[in-house]
Each structure stands twice: as C-alpha cells, then as structure tokens.
C-alpha cells in the first residue's frame, strides 16, 4: 500500500446501497462483460461486482463527483459511472491495476478494499495512470487465469494528481 494513498471509509446505509447496485448490475448485465465472467462462479461474481461499485463511489466520493443509484446496463455497453476515469477495484493491500487490450482509453484508478470494522469498509485510492501507460509489453502477464496488463501500485502517479488533471 502507497503511503500517498486516500482513505474513504464506507459505512450504511451507504455499504448496503453499494451491495443492492451490484446486485442490480448483475441481474441486468450478467457476465456479458468480459470472457472471464463466464468462468466466475456466482458468489465470486457478486463479490467482483460488489467490490467494483465500493470502489467507484469511494473514486466518485473523492473528487466530489456526482453519482448515480441507477442501472443503465444494457446488453452490449457498461456504465460510465465516472466520465473519462474507469476504476479498478480489488481486496488485496498489494494488488495491481489491471488493464486489457480492450479497455477504454482513459484514466485508470486503482482502488483496494479492506473491512476495517462491523459493515465498515475501507477504500484506498492507491493511484492512476493513463491506459497507455498502463498497457505495456513488459506489464504482460500469462501466469494468471486471464492474461491481463498488471500494473504495480509502485508505477502509479499519486492520487492527489488526479484531481489536478481531472476534466
């Protein structure tokens, strides 16, 4: 974990909201997303979900963005739930901002997630950089269930810089 890193702590009603979003997002999108949803097994798709919304609304929190309890999922798009930023959310302290060749060509956020109390989550803003940065050769990774770019959160800029560069 950064030492740069912002803490936003979750809690209810908020917590459950995020929890019903993603359950939502999962009745309405299913695995349609991505090849390696199909492979998910339906608790882990609900944690994967669950741990996406947590870190968007904390990244929308931070820079005091606007956000949406609604689910425009349709079969074939995703939400944009931060215009121009896409988060990425995972429960590993170290894990890394993982990209793939067919994301969207914006800003990344990595987010990791942590319960840090009873129906307390914590989210830290690990960092950003933008995909192409992220998308390099020497970031490549085959030793995992889906090859993916595996950006460490030591190569991120500090999250403090986003909001200077945020459009």
Not at 63 to 84: G, V
């Amino acid at each position: 974990m950064r030492a740069d890193a912002v803490h936003v702590d979750i809690t209810d009603p908020v917590l459950i909201g995020c929890q019903n979003l993603a359950q939502r997002r999962i009745e309405l999108y299913g695995r349609q997303h991505r090849n390696y949803c199909k492979r998910l097994t339906p608790q882990r798709l609900v944690r994967v979900n669950r741990i996406g919304v947590l870190a968007e609304y904390a990244v929308a929190r931070y820079l005091n963005r606007p956000w949406s309890w609604r689910c425009d999922y349709t079969p074939t798009s995703k939400d944009r739930d931060l215009p121009d930023i896409e988060v990425r959310g995972t429960d590993r302290a170290d894990g890394h901002l993982i990209t793939h060749d067919d994301d969207w060509p914006t800003k990344f956020v990595l987010v990791t997630l942590a319960i840090t109390g009873h129906r307390q989550v914590t989210c830290s803003l690990q960092g950003w950089l933008p995909l192409h940065e992220c998308n390099r050769a020497d970031r490549w990774r085959t030793d995992i269930p889906t090859p993916a770019y595996m950006t460490p959160q030591t190569a991120l800029h500090p999250i403090g810089t986003l909001t200077s560069n945020y459009n």
